[in-house]
């Protein structure tokens, strides 16, 4: 009987929502009310506004930075409350019943190669992030999933003294802090029309270009980096 | 262009900015201090903003140095400014309550952390408020979303984890339905700002007549899920009775109103009267808010524990808030944000003076808090005073939401919800004063219990005593903040 | 109906969000509503991806010379989207952590058995 109801409602609100679509504007047109002179002005004006040649890190580091600030909070907040729940007290002395190392030479040999190669590319998504396809938010996944699978072979009481509890929430606050900080001046100078200096453009094209886009794709792809090994040593057993 | 009309972002940064620092600061004495010090300053700021925006009227500001549809803009009216002011209040008041009862409710080493997620969250809601970008209002959201879960999730029992994991969920979903209707207006009108979006849609709803509909159905549903809307409420009794009582105060005064009032803002800024009144949707809303109130209320008189009596009046109390929406008139509108004001002033007084006689009794349910008015005289005197006004004695704010209410449906025909706000009056007196009269009444209440002997000290009620006094005079100023509200819905 | 098989991206995430909500509706299992969860939100974003799409324009990237307006496709919703992505991967984490407090408390993580132990 529920199963009926659930299959009844959602077949109904299916319909009801194809309702709709079938009056939408044709996919794909050149003339949609979507391409309008907002993005007409993205395409063109980016690089003259902002010194970016990746016109998506441009809108979302420059243009519309204020939803990327408030999506790093998302994500701090996030580990924040995961941390709350899921965190164990590190025991005395701890007596190691859910160990987990795995003894395998080939595996440690070949990612004493394989890590530094990983967390390379990741920073180099990172600094292009503003002159081809990536950005802080991919290279960060990127250098976290390093840091997971280092975590992985060598096991949990190795990796602690490597990347300590205290260490990674001290750059993660002082990360997303600094950002705050750093486009609080940007968006206040903006905002009230004063002429402070600001970073330079530079020229498109080369690495320090863009201003602020640089540093700031750096501190997200910090943020994100430590988030995800946080969600992952937090699921596989909650101590740090 | 004056320093002040950036109040309300340095309010907002210094909110997140002050809550990022928490997590590195081990004595919870100072991280105590650090928030009540950063509360109490942007109190003060938007103090000051409303003063201005009182004497200059309202205006628009960008944020970074790109205008608006090219950037985020924000739009600081005279009731922006009034619930950025009220909403900082009422966060002080509860924030400074905590200080003293938090202990008992929650481990040692999570203090912290939970002043982390009120600033967070107090720092969401007013972006929320503020914002003229449809993105950056969702954004906001999710933002408050987390952050109100997790002030639940503090306290470390089995049913708040039940009771958090029903409230996500539901979230969740409301967040979807809110982004798919942003995606349909995105691909009607191509922009994200209020004022261009009705702009476009004011010539093109005609073309897409399915298409206008479903999205309003969407932000409807969407938002009422996040606001408890009659048939939406499920999960708001388990959240708000198992919480924190400072937690509950926050989520029951605050959280819900911010989204009520981005309801009100895109159905009013984004869609305005034409498109409303050619779809007649506004008819939907007022009828679950008039079964909201009634229905709330007699749940309300079934339930044993007293948090969850106080939870369901809440869900009765946001049915009034959607009847003043959907009159669909400028008195019903600002009837419905003078009842938000009014409400969030009580409501949080009531929670936190339920949470003092639980933690000074150890008791939950109403059969064993009988005689507490001999015990606790002020504590329960106070609460009588916020009970009369959800009854609606004149003078205080509840009777004059109920009176303009009445005035308001006969100015636009519909009679017969002057039946209907009688009769939600009356399920709240029956409620609310076996509690009063058996705390101070009755013989065999009051045998055994001694004068006094568990009252709290005085500066610990001070907070609750502020908030009592503001409740008083919202009432008696009602009608100087009534005309102001109609002023900035002009 | 025309306009159905016009707009098949549309129309093929509508059916997405169908079955994502019927998931969640259906399953007992908490990690299976989750998995709805996430089969909503990503239907969503498909929706609002394929509104940016211009046919035959390249991405937004500009290499070697700039190709005027009509050159690119809208850049607008793949920014927006990528905001979206990152927090419905924050709101799956804490969903995930919440079911992990649920096992340890309630022994079990099939809704009916969860609701009928709720005396304890």
Known sequence: MKKILSIGITITLIIILLLGVSELPKFGQYNNPANNEVSHYYIEKTTKDTGAMNIVTGIILDYRAFDTFVESSVLFTASIIVLLLLKKEKHIQGIDNEVTIIESTILKQVSKVLIPCIQIFGIYIIFYGHLSPGGGFAGGTIIGTSFILYRIIYGKKFTDKTLPYSKLITYLCGAIMLYGVLKGYSFITGGNHLNLPQPSLGTPGSILSGGFLLPLNILVGLIVAITIYFFFTLFDGGEI | ?490 | MEGLMNNYYETGSIILFGIGFAILLLHNNLIKKIIGMNIMDTAVFLFFIAKGYVSGKDAPIIIGAHKGVQGYINPVPSALMLTGIVVAVSTTAFALALTVRIYEGYGSIELDEIIKMRSD
Request: charged share 10%; aromatic share 10%; glycine share 8%.
């Open chain 2, 1 to 490: 262009m004056s320093i002040i009309q950036s109040f309300p972002l340095v309010i907002i940064l210094v909110l997140l900015i002050t809550a990022f620092m928490m997590p590195l600061i081990k004595n919870t004495k100072i991280i105590k201090g650090i928030s009540l010090v950063s509360m109490t300053s942007v109190m003060i700021l938007a103090l000051i903003n409303l003063d201005f925006v009182h004497k200059n009227g309202e205006y628009l500001y960008r944020i970074g140095h790109f205008n608006a549809p090219y950037g985020i803009e924000f739009r600081i009216g005279i009731i922006e400014a009034m619930m950025g002011l009220l909403f900082t209040f009422v966060a002080l008041m509860i924030i400074w309550y905590s200080i003293y009862s938090i202990e008992k409710e929650i481990k040692q080493s999570k203090i912290g952390l939970y002043y982390l997620l009120v600033n967070i969250l107090i720092g969401s809601l007013l972006g929320v408020v503020y914002s003229n970008d449809l993105f950056n209002c969702f954004v906001f959201i999710e933002v408050g979303t987390l952050a109100s879960c997790g002030t639940i999730i503090v306290k470390d029992k089995k049913e708040n984890i039940k009771a958090t994991l029903k409230y996500l969920i539901m979230s969740c979903l409301g967040s979807g339905l809110v982004l798919m209707g942003i995606a349909y207006l995105y691909s009607m009108t191509g922009h994200l700002n209020i004022n261009y979006i009705h702009a476009e849609l004011v010539k093109c709803y005609l073309i897409y007549p399915n298409a206008v509909l479903i999205s309003i159905v969407l932000f409807i549903i969407g938002l009422g899920v996040k606001s408890a809307m009659f048939p939406l409420h499920n999960w708001l009794p388990d959240a708000h009775s198992s919480a924190p009582s400072s937690s509950s105060a926050i989520l029951s005064s605050l959280v819900l109103k911010a989204f009520v009032l981005l309801l009100i803002k895109i159905l009013y800024g984004v869609f305005g009267m034409d498109i409303l009144n050619h779809f007649s949707v506004l008819n939907i809303v007022l009828i679950l808010g008039s079964l909201g109130m009634i229905m709330g209320s007699v749940f309300a008189i079934f339930q044993k524990n007293i948090k969850r009596v106080i939870a369901y009046s809440t869900v009765a109390q946001m049915g009034y808030i959607f009847l003043g929406i959907g009159l669909g008139t400028n008195l019903g509108v600002s009837i419905a944000i003078f009842h938000i004001i009014g409400h969030a002033v009580t409501k949080s007084a009531l929670f936190l003076l339920a949470g003092a006689m639980i933690e000074q009794t150890g008791h939950k349910s109403l059969a064993q808090l009988k005689g507490i008015g001999r015990e606790m005289p002020l504590t329960l005197g106070l609460f009588s005073i916020g009970a009369l006004s959800m009854i609606g004695i004149p003078v205080l704010p509840g009777f004059i939401s109920k009176w303009h209410l009445s005035l308001a449906s006969i100015a636009a025909g519909d009679t017969i919800l002057i039946v209907v706000i009688l009769l939600s009056s009356l399920l709240n007196a029956v409620y609310y004063s076996p509690i009063v009269i058996n705390g101070f009444f009755g013989e065999e209440n009051l045998q055994g219990k001694v004068y006094k002997s568990k009252s709290k000290p005085l500066k610990e009620l001070m907070p609750v005593i502020f908030l009592v006094i503001s409740m008083i005079y919202v009432g008696i100023a009602s009608r100087g903040i009534i005309n102001l509200i109609s002023l900035g819905l002009m």
